[in-house]
């Protein structure tokens, strides 16, 4: 009768009913034990049989078919910025690793700086997902309520905004800033420069908050500045500019890694200045190559396994239990010390 079965049905797409009918059990069953990591109640032997009757079948549970009955679609959003960087890139690496442990799937949204938001909305919604993750580099404020008010839990990755009712999960910017100045006051540096990312983000303010703050605890006000993107080549033409000067900077903080080893390049071959005998040079998100023997930068590190496990475990609570107070939680950031100093 098996073979039969089989060859009945191995002539067109293969569905449940196939596998019940091979199995010889019903449709229900074969649902349950697919659907449910402890096997919906069905009992073991039972489950090998629909399990094995599926393989001979080359059946495959349809995961979006499902999606549009039950209403879960058992996927997480995560939005991103364009122009990531080492940074970010490995962030996505690590969301969908986690999300993918809690049994679930990441869909990466990629928002180029010149899109409008709302088509990357309507998206987001008509995918149906469970739940979204917004991280600091796409953050936007119309976006992050729009989401909220189609009943998606929402969680912002690395990123605070006042008086919103969203879950946030973020490293402090004002105690980064405050800790490399800290530093570079410690280590006798007064004359020093600053290279801040080229758009005014939130998090690009409160760093400079933190830094500008504690130096004029020192009476230190007037640094030389510069902008940059987040790219080695923007990074190196910033420090060209603000080594040009007879009065150069004897430091600079640069509020990302990226742009960090550009200028310690151009300081080292533009003007032959050797690090950190007479330039010294901070960084901001302690990236692999940071950690490079031919750099060695002294860096702010952002704890990100930490911050994508508290927002994964946010996000997944929040489709659980969606009602509730929005979860604010803020981690402290850390000096790693190295040879750039």
Not at 61 to 86: E, F, Q
Not at 101 to 108: I, R
Not at 158 to 166: K, L
Not at 255 to 264: C, Q, R
């Amino acid at each position: 009768m098996g073979e039969e079965v089989k060859k009945t049905i191995l002539n067109r797409s293969i569905t449940s009913k196939d596998v019940a009918k091979l199995a010889g059990v019903s449709q229900s069953t074969v649902s349950r034990a697919f659907n449910s990591a402890s096997g919906g109640g069905v009992k073991k032997e039972i489950r090998e049989k629909v399990f094995q009757a599926a393989k001979e079948l080359g059946y495959r549970p349809n995961l979006v078919a499902r999606g549009m009955i039950s209403g879960k679609t058992n996927m997480i959003g995560l939005v991103v910025g364009d122009n990531l960087g080492p940074f970010y890139n490995r962030i996505v690496d690590m969301f969908v690793e986690k999300v993918q442990e809690k049994g679930k799937q990441c869909l990466v949204f990629k928002i180029p700086r010149q899109e409008q938001i709302a088509p990357i909305i309507e998206r987001v919604i008509q995918f149906r997902l469970e739940g979204v993750i917004i991280t600091a580099s796409a953050m936007n404020r119309v976006m992050a309520e729009t989401i909220i008010q189609n009943d998606i839990p929402v969680v912002l990755f690395n990123r605070f905004i006042p008086g919103i009712d969203i879950n946030m999960v973020y490293v402090d910017p004002v105690e980064g800033g405050k800790l490399v100045a800290e530093f570079l006051y410690q280590k006798g540096h007064r004359n020093i420069g600053y290279i801040q990312f080229d758009r005014e983000t939130s998090e690009e303010m409160e760093k400079k908050i933190g830094f500008y703050s504690q130096l004029r605890q020192y009476q230190i006000y007037n640094l030389k500045e510069e902008r940059s993107e987040y790219s080695y080549q923007s990074g190196y033409e910033a420090g060209v500019r603000i080594l040009r000067s007879e009065d150069r900077p004897t430091a600079i903080f640069c509020t990302s890694d990226l742009v960090a080893l550009g200028v310690m390049d151009a300081a080292r071959e533009k003007y032959g200045l050797e690090i950190p005998k007479d330039l010294a040079v901070v960084g901001y998100d302690d990236i692999e190559m940071s950690s490079w023997k031919s750099y060695q930068l002294t860096t702010v590190q952002q704890p990100v396994e930490l911050l994508i496990e508290k927002s994964v475990e946010i996000i997944c609570d929040k489709i659980e239990n969606p009602e509730g107070k929005a979860v604010v939680d803020m981690v402290k950031p850390q000096l790693v010390i190295r040879q750039s100093v």
